[in-house]
């Protein structure tokens, strides 16, 4: 059954960086814009990243400046670099398409930022 699959997650202290990465078994990335969504305890799933077919990305407010999402189409992943962390980054990540109706979701991989 295809899957995505999201993995680089883990604690860091507020300003430190972290590396996500998105692959999947049985999804092809390459024909779709992509993106990265997280979501917090209590709050509904916000889209922080997006990445075209050929590489032009968007970004939440919140996040500009500190995230680069890129993607690997060989590879068939997508990547978040997370810079200068803060608390309020704190939530479950998970990637997925856009503007298509999405796949099913994967697990998610918890980013939580705390000293």
């Known amino acids: 059954q295809a899957q995505l699959v999201e993995s680089g997650g883990g604690l860091v202290q507020p300003g430190g960086s972290l590396r996500l990465s998105c692959a999947s078994t049985?999804?092809?990335?390459?024909?779709?814009?992509m993106g990265w969504y997280r979501q917090a305890p209590g709050k509904q799933r916000e889209l922080v990243a997006t990445?075209?077919?050929?590489?032009?990305?968007n970004y939440a407010d919140s996040v500009k400046g500190r995230f680069t999402i890129s993607r690997d189409n060989a590879k068939n992943t997508v990547y978040l670099q997370m810079n200068s962390l803060k608390p309020e980054d704190t939530a479950v990540y998970y990637c997925n398409r856009i503007y298509s109706v999405p796949w099913s979701w994967g697990q998610g991989t918890q980013v939580t930022v705390s000293s």
């Open positions: 990445i075209t077919m050929t590489g032009s990305t």
């Open positions: 049985g999804r092809i990335f390459s024909t779709h814009v």
